[in-house]
């Protein structure tokens, strides 16, 4: 054991490090598929250049691959929320907002387990 001070002893650590584990899973597992479609995608446009009249199948599966580039970067991002929502449970600030200091209400944790910011905070960044 540490002797680390968690800020939230009435939240289960364990609970939520297991939440934060199994979508994590779920992200890698997604991941991993998006980029073998990629590979797929890019295989099937091997040959065509820009100004080739590309096949509307072909042109289709590359907007998919668009769409599936734009999944792949949330992804990305939620597991980088994730590892750092990880870590907060290590040094024991697992939900605390890390810009006002307050407690972050459970039924949001549970929602989102790696949010790091209260609702009010997180409307703030939103909007700018
Ligand atoms: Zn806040």
Redesign the pocket.
Known sequence: MSDTTVMRPDLDQVYYRSLLKDEQERLVRIDKELADNSRQAKDSMEGFSESDDVPADIAAQASEREKDQQLSHNVQLTLNQIDFAMDRIDDGSYGI?E????EIPEERLERIPWVS??V??QTMLEEG
Do not use: K, L, P
Not at 99 to 102: A, D, F, K, L, Q
């Open positions: 907002c810009m006002c200091g307050v910011t209260c009010d905070c």
